[in-house]
């Protein structure tokens, strides 16, 4: 017979080990959240699951869960696309247990292999086919109220970097980073956060859209006029789309999932069916087909009732063929209007823009918007569209939290609280001022004296042939100077020519409702001729550029000019101006006074014209930065500007009278697989027997960098025109054809192509006043014209984001190859940023 001492341990032990399996069959209750671990992120619709069994749930758009069971189980697992699954142990009764999920470095784009047809394919069928139906642009109008909230953070910070001098002296705030994300998530140094009340509305046919943001608060890093901000915070930017075919994000065209041509791009599963609140839901995960691929990666809910997208997550990533980012995220949740169309709930965007080395740090955008208070098929008059952002004078008045919480959908977490404090505490840490400073001289050119500015820095130092050295410096005032006056000038020295060269301009504001502007400039300087500072002050680099090397056919001149600007309609604006100018060449240069005496020559003149100028971009997005208005670039139209001239002959001693007349079309065209074209077209014609500066000079270039806005190989000065039409065209393939080359794929490389050419002409009674000798009887300097009916074409093919930022362009010169000066081929070199 055993010992009893025996049988009691043996008792005791079989108690111990099984005692967990006792407890743990009584009731669990648990709820928590589940976030990114590296943005700190909610996630949403992620896979809450009992291990070992089919109870759980999905997360809600907060990334909130809340189970119970009575089954025996011993631990909780969450899953999510995307992420590494992640499983915790549980313990009886109620708990909160929360997750931070870790990005999955595995291939997303594993599918399974079906006997018959993939089940998903007749879900996206029936997607497609009732797109029309439950796409928000079927309804006539909606409009809705908004929330947005927006944070800027530092992340991925390095050791290497956290020793550096600036991160020691700010090491008091980094010690509470870890605070910011949760338990085991990463640091992050927050830089601002912004949040916004406003109303957007919509009417369709015709297609308008504004956004009246009411009431804002802002807190960040370097951020001290909040005017331009303001607008760029409303849910306007935020504004995403999933039954278009193609979404347009950071600049590029990102294919739908559910896409008219879905089977192109995507692979899909059938996950599961689902009830997702009161709606039975299949859940949809899909990946591209190629990871190089402007596409997608995520899980989206389809209702069956109406196979309207319920639910999406959405994301890219870095593989993707696009610079400096990690990754990009959108989670949308939609609401079904009564008239069947959806419409979204709440929105969230990640962007997560990579480290540029391993001992840098990264940066991370994240923006939030909730929606409510729906109004549908009520549109408003046309004109109550008239301006696509507008914000409230008193935007800035900030109110207490009580009142703020009203406003937001979900209140402010303990970390986001805790980010606003952080951040009052960086600002006020002298070494990052300091480098604020800086990174806002490097960026904007111009260094902040509180009223003025001085700069730009960039054009600070020139060489050229004709100048020898050059210096200048600048100044332009701010809002903080005067909302009404704009005051700007410049001074510069040759050292070479010993001539002193300045300019002073002011501008009153007369009205920011519908944009008015008077302004008054007088200057005196050097160009080169066919530079039309106006029409290139797009390409600031290309004019800057302009200043540098052999400065062929430049002249000095001094200049008088008044413009009255208004802003009539929306995308609708209009100019009247006046311009005096001299003309005096550093180059030999002649024109014939009298056409048929070739003695009678003169090589300077005075020139007195008025023009009138009309612009019209339909759906142009335009901003207030301060005392400027700064566009954001044309969606689906063209912008088409006309202008005509008129010189008075007489009128403060000018020497010619004369008529003009032009019309540009500039247009992006988007491609969807084919990329993005850029096409603008201008034509001219001058009416009037006039010496050729007086004509149209086509802008050449004989720098060896790419530029948009001139004809490559075409020398300076080398054709002039009296009448013609010119045309750019900018072929961007994005990663159309080197995506789909093995291992190529992985250099991100992009082919762009581009064509250039004038049809122009030049009447013989222009040609008659171009002399052969100047006054003094020394050659003059050639120049060419067109022959008729013979186009100038130059063609070149490239290859973009050579280590992400080289270009690199081949240009053939197709025609007028007969002189040998020209170059017939070139190779051009150019440094770019583009995402």
Known sequence: MKNPK??????????????????????????????????????????????????????????????????????????????????????????VINFQMEESVTALNTFVFYAGENPAFDILRKVVKNKNKNDKRSLSAYEYDVYTKTEIDINRISDKLRNKKIMKKISQVLDSIDRVVGEDGKPILPMSITESYSKFYYRNNPDLKTERILKSRLNGVGIEDGSTVNQLIGSSFQEYNFYQNWLALLGKSFVSPIADGWRLYYEYDLIDSVYVGNDFCYRLDFFPKSQAELAFTGTMWIRKEDFGLKQIDASVGKRANINFINKIQIQQELIPTTEGAWLPLKNRVVVNVSQLTKNSAGLMAKFYSGNKNFVINKPHDPVFYENRIQVDDDINVRKDEVNWDTLRHEPLTATEKNVYKMIDTLKNIPVVKTYTEVFKVVVEGYYDFGKIEIGPYIRSFASNTVEGMRIQT??????????????????????????????????????????????????????????????????????????????????????????????????????????????????????????????????????????????????????????????????????????????????????????????????????????????????????????????????????????????????????????????????????????????????????????????????????????????????????????????????????????????????????????????????????????
Do not use: C
């Open 6 to 95: 025996f049988y009691k341990g043996f008792f005791l032990s079989v108690l111990i080990l099984f005692a967990p399996l006792f407890l743990i069959a009584q009731d669990i209750e648990v709820e928590g959240k589940v976030t990114d671990a590296v943005s700190g992120d909610p996630i949403p619709f992620a896979s809450v699951v009992f291990k070992g069994t089919t109870e759980g749930m999905s997360t809600d758009f907060e990334g909130k869960y809340k189970l119970k069971t009575s089954t025996r189980v011993d631990s909780l697992t969450v899953t999510a696309v995307g992420y590494k699954a992640k499983t915790k142990a549980l313990k009886p009764g109620k708990q």
């Open 474 to 835: 600048g100044f332009r005032t701010n809002v903080n100077f005067s909302k009404k006056m704009v005051y700007n000038g410049l001074i510069a020295y040759g050292f070479q020519d010993q001539k002193l060269k300045y300019s002073l301009s002011a501008t009153r504001i007369l009205s920011r409702t519908h944009w008015t502007t008077f302004n008054l400039r007088y200057r005196s300087d050097i160009v080169r001729l066919g530079i039309d500072d106006e029409a290139a002050r797009a390409s600031y680099l290309f004019l800057t550029a302009s200043r540098w090397g052999r400065f062929k056919r430049a002249y000095y001149y001094d200049e008088a000019f008044a413009s009255l600007h208004r802003e009539i309609a929306r995308g609708f604006s209009a100019r009247g101006a006046f311009r005096f100018w001299t003309f005096d060449p550093t180059y030999p240069f002649a024109f014939r006074k009298d056409p048929t005496d070739s003695t009678s020559v003169s090589r300077d003149f005075r020139s007195a014209e008025f023009f009138i100028e009309a612009r019209y971009a339909r759906d142009e997005t335009i901003i207030q930065n301060g005392n400027e208005r700064v566009s954001l670039g044309l969606e689906k139209w063209p912008a088409l500007t006309f202008r005509y001239t008129h010189g008075v002959k007489g009128l403060m001693n000018s020497n010619f009278s004369y008529d003009k007349v032009s019309l540009n079309v500039d247009q992006r065209i988007n491609m969807g697989p084919l990329g993005a074209g850029y096409l603008s077209v201008t034509g001219e014609y001058v009416y009037n027997q006039l010496p050729y500066p007086l004509l149209t000079v086509h802008l050449g270039n004989q720098a060896p960098t790419y530029s948009s806005y001139t004809f490559n190989l075409m020398n300076y000065g080398e054709f002039v025109s009296d009448e013609s039409v010119s045309m750019h065209y900018r072929q961007y393939f994005e990663g159309l054809i080197v995506n789909r080359i093995p291992l190529l794929n992985r250099l991100k490389w992009r082919l762009v192509g581009t064509a250039n050419m004038i049809y122009g002409s030049l009447r013989k009674s222009n040609q008659a006043l171009i002399a052969q000798e100047t006054p003094s009887g020394d050659p003059t300097l050639k120049t060419g014209f067109f022959t008729t009916g013979k186009p100038y074409v130059e063609l070149g093919y490239g290859v973009e984001n050579i280590f992400k930022f080289v270009r690199v362009d081949f240009v053939h010169r197709m025609t007028y190859l007969d002189d040998p000066d020209v170059r017939k081929f070139g190779v051009l070199v150019t440094a770019q940023f583009r995402l």
